[in-house]
């Protein structure tokens, strides 16, 4: 019998994206180990999107486990090797720029340091109003990192937000499976 993935979930603060994502979690959960992770900042903020209290009650009750919100919470997950992949959904242009310069201020970025260090995937899900500006050099930075890959991503808004773009997560676990197997999910830009 073949061993359950475990994989880490891992949000950061793109609220509007939070019903969509959460959704997405609740049908990865039927199929993975979960281990729940949110920053600081997206686990403690509500917002016109919802609650914080609100998100950690759906995630929790998705994964089967408290979530991970601290950098000290964070750090056992690469000694003790916890996670076959981690996915960042949503990612947010902040995170990507700390992802790509090598910060680990969030229990989110240690994370994901903590399991490159593993030489494990790390799955970004895009959701940046500056994707294709100000973040795009951090995208294309991380393209290059070993180990790193993209759920496919496109424009939201083309023309009220031209430099706006939201990862497809519904390809979330397609872009798992892929990475597991070392392979990025083509085409990256929809």
Same mark, same amino acid.
């Given at each position: 019998m073949?061993k359950r993935i475990t994989l880490?979930v891992a949000?950061?603060?793109?609220?509007c994206? *939070?019903?969509? !994502? #959460?959704?997405? /979690?609740?049908k990865l959960?039927?199929?993975?180990?979960?281990i729940?992770?949110? @920053?600081?900042?997206?686990?403690?903020?509500?917002?016109?999107?919802?609650?914080a209290e609100?998100? /950690?009650?759906r995630?929790?009750?998705? @994964?089967?486990?408290?979530? /991970?919100?601290?950098?000290?919470a964070a750090?056992?997950?690469?000694?003790?090797c916890?996670?076959d992949a981690?996915?960042?959904?949503?990612c947010?242009?902040?995170t990507l720029?700390?992802l790509?310069?090598?910060i680990?201020d969030?229990a !989110?970025?240690?994370?994901?340091?903590?399991?490159?260090?593993n030489?494990?995937p790390l799955?970004?899900?895009?959701?940046s109003?500056d994707a294709? @500006?100000a973040s795009?050099?951090?995208i294309?930075?991380?393209?290059? !990192?070993?180990n !790193?890959?993209f759920i496919?991503l496109?424009?939201?808004d083309p023309?009220?937000k031209?430099?706006s773009?939201v990862?497809? *997560?519904?390809?979330?676990?397609e872009s798992?499976?892929?990475?597991?197997?070392?392979v990025?999910?083509?085409? /990256? #830009?929809?």
């Open positions: 073949r880490g949000m950061t603060g793109s609220f994206t *939070f019903s969509k !994502v #959460l959704t997405e /979690i609740e959960a039927e199929n993975y180990d979960m729940p992770i949110m @920053s600081e900042f997206s686990s403690g903020t509500d917002t016109r999107f919802g609650k609100e998100h /950690i009650e995630f929790e009750r998705a @994964s089967g486990r408290k979530i /991970i919100n601290s950098i000290t750090e056992p997950i690469g000694p003790k916890l996670l981690l996915v960042i959904i949503p947010t242009g902040n720029g700390k790509a310069n090598g680990t969030t !989110v970025t240690m994370a994901a340091k903590a399991n490159l260090r030489g494990k799955i970004i899900g895009v959701s109003n294709l @500006s795009a050099k951090n294309g930075l991380l393209m290059n !990192v070993k !790193v890959f496919p496109a424009q939201d023309l009220k031209p430099t773009a990862c497809d *997560f519904s390809r979330t676990d798992i499976q892929a990475a597991l197997a070392g990025q999910l083509q085409p /990256i #830009l929809l």
